[in-house]
C-alpha cells in the first residue's frame, strides 16, 4: 500500500470530472440560479443576506476542521511519521483555504453593497433553518476523506454558481463589476492546485483504500443539495417579502429594501 503523501501526489480519477458534472447539472436547474439570471433583485438581496451566516462561518469551519485533524487515534491508525506528513500538507493547505475564504467573505458583503445593504444591520436576521443544516452538515464532526470531502464540494459549488451566473447579463448588471468579485474569483484558477484539488487530495490521502466513485459522490452531493435546499429557500422568503405590506418590505426604518427603489437597465 503506497504512504499516505504518496497518495496525496497520485492523479486524481477521471470520474471526479463525472462528479462535478453532476454538480453543475444540479445548480444550473436550481430554482434560484434561474431567479438569479433573471436579475430578480429582490431574490438576489435575499440570497445575499439568507446565505450569509454559512458565508461568514466558513472559515472558522475550516479552522475547526484543521484543528479536529489533532486526534490521538488518528495517529495511532495512521502511524506517527505518516500522520506528521499528512498533518503539514493538511495546515499548509487549509491555512491558504482559511485565508482566501476570509477574502472571499469579505467579497460576499460587496455583493450586498452593490445592492444597497449595509453590514452588519442587514444581516442580522434569524438564520433560516436550511441555512442552519446547511451549515451544519459541512461542520459535524467526521472522519478526515469525509471533511475534505465536504470542503471539496463547498469548492466545486461556489465554481458552478459562478460561471453559471456570470453568463446572465440580467445577474451581473444588477450587481456591476464589484458586486461580481465573489463570482470572478470562484471561477479564476491561477497557476498550482485549486482549493478543491487540495481537499480532493487531502480526502484521498487520508483514505485506507481505492477511492470509490459512489462514496465520495455521495458526500459531495450531500452538501450540494443542501445549499440548494438553504438557496431555494432564500427564494420563497424574498416572495413571502414581496407579498407582505410594504411595511414588512422595509429592510430597516430608514432604507426600503433594494427591489423597491432600483430596477433593471
Ligand atoms: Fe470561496
Redesign the pocket.
Known amino acids: 500500500m503506497s504512504s499516505l503523501t504518496d497518495r496525496f501526489h497520485q492523479p486524481l480519477p477521471s470520474w471526479i470530472e463525472e462528479i462535478k458534472g453532476e454538480v453543475r447539472d444540479k445548480i444550473s436547474k436550481a430554482e434560484f440560479v434561474a431567479l438569479c439570471h433573471k436579475g430578480d433583485i429582490t431574490v438576489i438581496e435575499s440570497l445575499a443576506r439568507g446565505l450569509w451566516p454559512f458565508i461568514d462561518e466558513f472559515p472558522r469551519i475550516i479552522n475547526r476542521g484543521c484543528l479536529r485533524l489533532c486526534k490521538p487515534q488518528l495517529f495511532h491508525k495512521f502511524g506517527f511519521v505518516k500522520m506528521l506528513s499528512l498533518l503539514r500538507h493538511s495546515y499548509e493547505a487549509l491555512a491558504e483555504i482559511e485565508s482566501?475564504?476570509e477574502q472571499?467573505r469579505k467579497l460576499w458583503l460587496d455583493i450586498g453593497e452593490a445592492l444597497g445593504l449595509i453590514y452588519p444591520c442587514h444581516y442580522n436576521q434569524p438564520i433560516l433553518p436550511v441555512v442552519k443544516a446547511w451549515i451544519r452538515g459541512v461542520d459535524k464532526p467526521s472522519d478526515p476523506f469525509t471533511m475534505f470531502l465536504r470542503f471539496t464540494s463547498i469548492?466545486m459549488i461556489?465554481e458552478a454558481v459562478s460561471k453559471g451566473l456570470l453568463t446572465s447579463d440580467n445577474f451581473t448588471s444588477v450587481l456591476r463589476k464589484r458586486g461580481c468579485h465573489w463570482f470572478r474569483?470562484?471561477v479564476a484558477h491561477h497557476t498550482g492546485m485549486t482549493h478543491e484539488e487540495l481537499a480532493l487530495r487531502l480526502a484521498f490521502a487520508f483514505h485506507e483504500r481505492e477511492p470509490v466513485k459512489e462514496t465520495c459522490n455521495q458526500a459531495i452531493q450531500e452538501v450540494v443539495d443542501l445549499l440548494i435546499s438553504a438557496a431555494n429557500a432564500c427564494c420563497n422568503l424574498a416572495a413571502s417579502r414581496a407579498n407582505s405590506s410594504p411595511k414588512h418590505r422595509r429592510l430597516s426604518k430608514e432604507k426600503p429594501a433594494v427591489g423597491e427603489t432600483r430596477s433593471l437597465s
Open positions: 482566501d475564504e472571499h469548492e461556489a474569483v470562484h
